[in-house]
């Protein structure tokens, strides 16, 4: 099951695996609260920072977002056969864990925020997991 919370939430045992995604792992912040922080899943600092300072809007921040989780990796260029394509191994990585076990997106906005970038990452992880079904 692929689940989302914040980083400062409870830890609770049905968590499972618990994946910091977020560019920023936080000052401060124990590593105990997560299992793994992946910086990748997170969106980059450019696009973190315009819609923090309401340089841009959600809806705008969503489209972006989506588009940087796809975008080709610089490395592709050198390499014909095999394209990276920004992170779709790692959203399918994520997916194929969620299935085996409990799975928890963090970040580190509160808890009930409602624009935050991890409904987003869950959604194209489990648009990834309907792809391959």
Excluded at 17 to 28: E, H, V
Excluded at 46 to 61: M, N
Excluded at 78 to 98: E, M, P, S, W, Y
């Amino acid at each position: 099951m692929l689940q989302t919370k914040s980083v400062h939430s409870p830890i609770e045992p049905g968590d499972g695996l618990r994946i910091l995604a977020t560019r920023y792992r936080g000052r401060g912040l124990p590593t105990a609260r997560y299992d793994v922080w992946m910086a990748n899943l997170g969106p980059s600092e450019s696009l973190l920072k315009s819609v923090l300072a309401d340089k841009i809007t959600w809806k705008e921040f969503s489209q972006r977002y989506r588009e940087e989780m796809f975008a080709p990796a610089a490395t592709d260029a050198d390499n014909v056969t095999i394209k990276n394509h920004g992170q779709k191994f790692t959203l399918r990585l994520v997916a194929k864990l969620a299935e085996k076990q409990n799975v928890t997106l963090l970040c580190h906005c509160a808890e009930d925020a409602k624009e935050c970038h991890r409904f987003l990452l869950q959604a194209l992880i489990q648009r990834e997991v309907g792809a391959k079904a």
